[in-house]
Every structure is written in structure tokens, then in C-alpha cells.
């Protein structure tokens, strides 16, 4: 609506009406906002711990293969019976529309390394399972990383879209009802005076 609005009781009723959609569409996103940065909230703090347990593990990890390869020498042929990961699954949730993924790995709990135990000794076993942790750490890490910035996408996207409403849409709204409102108020003013007039002027003629 704008200043042009033609000034009638028909328009009044239909941009109040406006109005009242825009702050209610406001109070949504707001809420909406507020969720999705609560979420993304909790999830930076468990990518944090994520990544602090990644970095140790990565740590303990090459502090045993490396004590491995002074043991049994270079452990490149060994570490290629290592299989190809083909466990990965992701699916999805969704929070307040925005469509988080659900990263799976299959665990393979207590099986043991690929390698024999023949040409292979404790140090390069738990070298293994260290790492096997690390993987399992790095999907889940994947998981919490790419839904913290789809939610921060989304939470941008609806922040613009109540700035728009806060700030030009419901202000936009609230002058035409304003402007609207005078005029007819106006007219009544000017109808009130001229039937006042006319009440006179019957008066004069019937004195």
C-alpha cells in the first residue's frame, strides 16, 4: 500500500488486515530465528569437543605408528589391507524447514585389524583402532559442521526477512492506516459541518 491508496473504509479494513499478518508473520520468524540459533548454538559447542577429541586421538594415533614403523619398519603395505570405508550413510532431519543431514557409520566393534598378526604387533593394532576412531569422530564432526552452517544460512535468510517486515513492510502498514484513518475522519468532520449547515439553514427557513 502507499500514500496513492484511495481512502475508503473497504481499504482500511484490508490493510489492517495486512498489518496484522505482517506482525504476526514477524512473531514467527522471530521465533523462528531464535530456535534455529539455539540449535546452531549447541551444535558449534559439540563441534568443539568433537574436534578436541579428534585432535588427541590424532596425536596418540601417529605417536604409535610411528613407534609401529621403528618396530617393524615402513608399514605402507600393511596399511593398504586396510579396506575401502563403504559404510557411510546419511539421511536427514528436518528443524523448523531447514533439512539437517544424519551422518551413519557402520561400527565394527571388536573386529579385529586387517593385517596378521604374524607380520604385525600391538603397537600397530591399537595404531588401528585409534584411527578406526577417528573416523567414526570425523563423520560425526561432518555431520554437526555442515548442519551448524546450513542453520546459520537459515538463520540469515529469516533474519533478513524479519528486518524487511520489522522494519519496512509493518512501518509501511501502520502509515497508510494512519493516513487512511485521518482522511475518513476528515471527511466526517466536513460531513458532520455541512449537515449542520444544511440543519441551519432549514431552521432559518421555517422561522
Known amino acids: 500500500m502507499n500514500n496513492q491508496t484511495v481512502p475508503t473504509k473497504g481499504n482500511l479494513l484490508a490493510v489492517k488486515k495486512s498489518l496484522e499478518l505482517s506482525r ?4 514467527l520468524l522471530d521465533r523462528k530465528r531464535n530456535i534455529l540459533i539455539h540449535e546452531m548454538m549447541s551444535l558449534i559447542g559439540r563441534a568443539s569437543k568433537i574436534q578436541s577429541v579428534i585432535d588427541k ?11 609401529s614403523n621403528i618396530t617393524l619398519g615402513f608399514c605402507q ?10 559404510g557411510l550413510n546419511v539421511a536427514y532431519r528436518s528443524v523448523m524447514g531447514v533439512e539437517l543431514p544424519m551422518v551413519s557409520l ?19 593394532d591399537q595404531a588401528y583402532k585409534k584411527f578406526q576412531k577417528i573416523k567414526y569422530l570425523t563423520a560425526e564432526l561432518a555431520e554437526v559442521e555442515n548442519s551448524i552452517y546450513r542453520l546459520a544460512v537459515a538463520v540469515k535468510k529469516t533474519q533478513k526477512r524479519a528486518n524487511a517486515l520489522k522494519n ?10 494512519k493516513m487512511i484513518s485521518d482522511s ?12 449542520k449547515v444544511i440543519k441551519k439553514q432549514k431552521e432559518e427557513k421555517s422561522a
Do not use: C, H, W
Open 77 to 86: 603395505e600393511l596399511a593398504e589391507t586396510v579396506p575401502i570405508e563403504n
Open 57 to 67: 586421538t590424532y596425536a596418540d594415533a601417529y605417536a604409535l605408528l610411528q613407534r
Open 24 to 27: 504476526t508473520g514477524f512473531e
Open 168 to 177: 519496512i513492510m509493518i512501518p509501511r502498514f501502520e502509515d497508510t492506516v
Open 106 to 124: 557402520k561400527r565394527q566393534e571388536g573386529v579385529p585389524a586387517p593385517f596378521g598378526l604374524n607380520s604385525s604387533n600391538a603397537l600397530l
Open 184 to 195: 475518513l475522519e476528515e471527511k466526517d468532520r466536513e460531513e458532520f459541518s455541512r449537515l
